[in-house]
């Protein structure tokens, strides 16, 4: 079975402009001051995970991930300014923890 890139296809339409896909990452990217959260309650907003990773250290990006309905499907990403922040979280929370209780 051949499979074809998407770039190499005359008829496939970008989403996005194509200038800007430079500047957007690639599927599969790394980014060293990512972290993955997993186990979000429902209830929780971003500004909720803010306030509890900021303790850690200086939160750049926070992004809970929703269907498309706009309902969190409960995990999302925390960047941190640098990656010794993210390091530092890493250290000191559990990694494999039950999920993590943010009601407020």
């Keep these: 079975m051949q499979t074809e ?6 008829n496939t339409v970008s989403p996005v402009p194509l200038n800007s896909l430079t500047s957007a ?14 186990g979000i309650d429902f209830k929780t907003n971003e500004n909720d995970l803010r306030k ?3 303790q850690y250290g200086s939160v750049k990006e926070v992004k809970i991930v929703n ?16 990656q010794e922040d993210a390091q530092k979280i890493l250290q000191e929370l559990p990694v494999h923890s039950t999920a993590l209780d943010f009601d407020v």
Aim: glycine share 12%; with cysteine.
């Design 67 to 82: 269907d498309r309905a706009g309902v969190s499907k409960g995990y999302g990403f925390i960047t941190f300014e640098t």
């Design 52 to 54: 509890f990773f900021a």
């Design 25 to 38: 990452p690639r599927f599969g990217t790394v980014t060293p001051n990512r972290v993955f959260v997993g």
């Design 5 to 10: 890139s998407l770039y190499s296809c005359p």
